[in-house]
């Protein structure tokens, strides 16, 4: 039932429906006391006043039961809390991926990543023309040779020791953009998820600001954590004393009936907008609106 509520208020995607209660119906289902009928009395005009008096008696003890259903009662709703919260938090964090392309592209172009390859290109440039410079006077002089001389073999060896050292030194500046590169990474990462880390807990504090401010149905429908006690706590119910008027006893039995019919009505009233506010219904008086009678016969069921 929260969980739909909560639903339904974050999302605000759902129509309110309509629904009626035939209250009538709702009364009749009700579990009625069992009583002996009241005897006929003939009407008495002008009774004298009259006073009915009950001795104190002892109720017993809550029934450990009760104990039980509130303990699974706020078990079942604090999962459904959960339930709710993680998908709030679901429907919160849905923007955070296209966030944080946009805080990376952002971050991005505070360390200019072009001007950076375009530094070490022009470094790595200069570099392969001084190693040609140093390598084309022994090519030069090696197309003078003879392949069989000397002289030939030994620039043909310093050709090849100066090409090795131009692979390392290739290598090296290579791995010297590369580790450049990374640390700006590495810097841009961290500052990324420092910006996540409060994203979230910016949308954890108003999910949680909004899961306070939900009704704790523990407290509304079920009975006080003091009378959920199993032990044997046995309350004093006082002595009783009624005076009735001169009015005649019939009728004071039918206004009594009648005074226990409006409140109950009226309880019974507050509850359906309450049912009704937790599924998204709004009640209705018209013939029009859906009859809900029969699935809150079945919720007041439940509750019992």
């Known amino acids: 039932m929260l969980g739909l509520a909560l639903l339904l208020g974050a999302c605000q995607s759902r129509r309110t429906e309509l ?21 006929k009395l003939p009407v008495v005009q002008d009774a004298p006043a009259a006073r009915a008096g009950l001795p104190p008696v002892e109720a017993p003890a809550t029934p450990d039961t009760l104990s039980r259903r509130r303990e699974q009662a706020h078990d079942a709703i ?5 339930a709710v919260r993680e998908r709030l938090l679901q429907i919160r964090l849905e923007p955070l991926e296209k966030l944080e392309r946009q805080w990376r592209a952002e971050l991005q172009a505070e360390y200019d990543l072009d001007s950076i390859r375009a530094e070490w290109l022009a ?30 073999r030994q620039l043909q060896q310093q050709l090849t020791a100066l090409d090795d050292r131009w692979r390392q030194q290739d290598q090296a500046l290579r791995q010297q953009l590369q580790a450049r590169l990374q640390r700006v990474e ?70 009594s009936q009648r005074a226990a019919n409006r409140l109950t009505q009226r309880i019974l009233r507050e509850m359906a907008r309450e049912w009704a506010r937790m599924r998204g219904y709004r009640l209705s008086d018209s013939p029009t609106a859906r009859d809900a009678t029969d699935e809150f016969i079945d919720y007041l069921e439940l509750r019992r």
């Open 19 to 39: 629904v009626r209660i035939d209250f009538e119906r709702v009364m009749a289902r009700l579990p009625q006391p069992v009583s002996a009928p009241a005897p």
């Open 78 to 82: 604090h999962q459904q809390r959960e």
């Open 123 to 152: 470094e790595w440039r200069a570099a392969f023309e001084k190693h040609g410079r140093t390598r084309l006077p022994l090519l030069t002089e090696m197309a003078q040779l003879s392949p069989d001389s000397e002289r030939y």
């Open 186 to 255: 590495q810097e841009i990462e961290v500052r990324l998820r420092a910006r996540r880390r409060e994203f979230i807990r910016q949308v954890e504090q108003e999910v949680d600001q909004l899961m306070r401010q939900q009704p704790n149905l523990i407290e509304r429908y079920m009975p006080p954590a003091e009378s959920s006690q199993a032990p044997a706590k046995h309350l004093q119910v006082p002595a009783l004393s009624v005076v009735s008027p001169g009015d005649t006893f019939g009728e004071k039995v039918l206004q």
